[in-house]
């Protein structure tokens, strides 16, 4: 459109003020609509919850915080915080060898996340499990007895996180951006203080959101040990349920406690995010 | 005159792309250098290999007297060990063109950095220290300040200031104010020029030929890798023997 036309377009102005015109916002009855009946489906559904006697939510109360339920929690956050830990630790050193200049630790890191991504966690525990048909014995000590289920649980289940923590953390390193490091040279700073201070604390800003993803996953995810026998949160249950026959009850226990935790840590989360977002004048 | 910077024969190349074609430049103590040339000319380059943030594949640097980045044994060059290097980068200061304040530490932390982790001063000292720098560069209230709420003039002021933290013997300036708004170049050069009154050497690439021909002592024209010609801002600005000085200059003025 040229000038001309513009001016055309302008010219028959209001003639009276325009601040005597009021301003009405569109109905939105496609919205109302909507809440109305995602109300009404989630009233329904936790109408049918609350009054279906199979529920038998008296059940839930008596189990909910008994010795072996509870013992069966704390199992599962502390395999939790342990194959956190360790798999981080291990997935840190796999994405510095992946960004290393050393082209043998690069072909390693990434054969490893490779395998390890590969095979489904449940298959590498029952593989674990089982070692003791490749390796009887373990520097003169029977392998069944030096692996026992717990050991299993956390070796299992740590080569699989660091798989996918060394993905995150390479993702994060990567998102600094590379003028950080420079500068940071320029200036005469050491190696470590550069990954300690300049580039760590930035790639955390994109690290822990899918960090807390993953510790999410891993806190419901060790669930699947209870196939080697290891007495967990969700085992605890169905230990009860197999004796009591109640085994929805029980599985609402696990399924109230997993909640429980998961809320808890994402409480945590915003806190962690909110540290690591300083400076960045934008938190969300 | 003293020499301070002593470039010999340096050569660079990014893959098959030869960015230096051999490189002699020498700078006094207390001069200021100008370097203009055309994008892609290696100006940048040069400068990067003078604090070895670039390592050159042939020819040797000196800054105050000692090779940078190498040891010399008889005709050869060791590489230094990455301490060392670090060790002669605290005595050389580098101004980027996009600043690269680390933005998760507040301004007085960016500045107190180098000094308290690189050369051990006491941290009161390097504050005291950081505080008057700020003043320097007139930003005195910005010290709790994290660099996004600042300008980029102002945080173009900042890192000239963490530079100077260092007490270096030499300033680099890559490019200071082409990232910036036109109207926030004026007070990143004029703190600049005050480094120049005040006797600090620098070698500075830079588009601004105002600034050039205002604050240099020597003004280096490059292109294509090479230096095509270099003296006075009154030589070099005013009247260039070369003719892609000549042309290069009519583009920019």
């Known amino acids: ?284 | 005159m003293s020499v301070m910077v002593d470039i010999r024969s340096v050569h660079k190349s990014f893959g098959p792309l030869e960015v230096l074609k051999g490189i002699d430049l020498a700078v006094g103590a207390g001069e200021v250098t100008v370097i203009l040339g055309p994008s892609g000319s290696g100006k940048s380059t040069l400068l990067r290999t003078i604090n070895h943030l670039e390592k050159v594949d042939r020819g040797a640097i000196t800054v105050d007297g000692a090779l940078v980045g190498y040891r010399r044994a008889g005709d050869k060059l060791h590489e230094l060990r990455e301490r060392e290097v670090l060790k002669q980068r605290t005595r050389i200061g580098f101004v980027f063109q996009n600043f690269n304040l680390f933005p998760h530490l507040t301004v007085l932390d960016n500045i107190i950095e180098a000094p308290v982790s690189a050369l051990r001063r006491p941290r009161a000292e390097a504050v005291d220290g950081a505080r008057r720098l700020l003043a320097r560069v007139g930003l005195a209230d910005k010290a709790d300040a994290y660099p996004r709420q600042l300008s980029g003039g102002q945080q173009q002021r900042v890192a000239i200031a963490r530079a100077l933290a260092l007490e270096p013997k030499l300033l680099l300036f890559d490019e200071p104010t082409s990232a910036l708004d036109p109207e926030l170049v004026g007070e990143v050069l004029d703190v600049i020029k005050d480094l120049a009154r005040q006797g600090t050497t620098m070698i500075v690439v830079t588009h601004e030929i105002g600034f050039a021909r205002e604050v240099a002592d020597t003004v280096v024209f490059m292109d294509e890798g090479r230096i095509v010609e270099q003296g006075t801002p009154g030589e070099v600005l005013d009247a260039p023997r070369e003719a892609r000085t000549r042309a290069f200059l009519s583009k920019v003025l």
Do not use: C
Not at chain 1, 49 to 58: G, K, S, T
Not at chain 1, 120 to 130: D, E, K, S, T, Y
Not at chain 1, 236 to 246: D, E, G, V
């Open chain 1, 1 to 284: 459109m040229s000038s001309d036309t513009l001016a055309k377009a302008a010219a028959p102005a209001p003639p009276e003020p325009a601040d005597i015109l009021r301003i009405v916002p569109q109905r939105r009855y496609g919205q109302w609509t909507a809440a109305v009946a995602v109300l009404a489906l989630l009233g329904f559904a936790v109408n049918s919850v609350l009054r279906n006697e199979a529920f038998q939510w008296d059940v839930v109360a008596q189990y909910l915080t008994t010795d072996s339920v509870l013992r069966g929690l704390w199992l599962t956050l502390w395999l939790t915080a342990v194959v956190m830990a360790l798999g981080f630790a291990l997935g840190a050193l796999l994405a510095a060898a992946r960004l290393s200049a050393n082209p043998v630790l690069r072909a390693v890191s990434w054969g490893y996340v490779w395998l390890f991504r590969s095979i489904p966690i449940l298959v590498q525990l029952l593989l674990w499990f089982n070692i003791g048909a490749l390796y009887p014995q373990i520097l003169g000590v029977k392998t069944v007895d030096l692996l026992g289920p717990v050991t299993v649980a956390v070796i299992g289940l740590t080569l699989h996180e660091a798989a996918y923590a060394a993905e995150v953390v390479r993702a994060g390193i990567l998102s600094v951006d590379r003028g950080q490091i420079e500068a940071a040279q320029a200036l005469g700073l050491s190696r470590w203080r550069r990954w300690w201070r300049i580039v760590l604390p930035q790639a955390m800003r994109s690290i822990v959101p899918p960090a807390a993803n993953m510790l999410i996953g891993t806190l419901k995810g060790t669930s699947i040990v209870s196939v080697i026998a290891v007495s967990d949160l969700l085992f605890s249950a169905q230990l009860i349920y197999h004796r009591t026959y109640q085994v929805i009850p029980l599985l609402m226990v696990a399924t109230i406690w997993y909640t429980v935790v998961t809320s808890v840590l994402g409480v945590g989360q915003y806190y962690v995010e909110r540290h690591f977002a300083r400076g960045a004048g934008r938190t969300r």
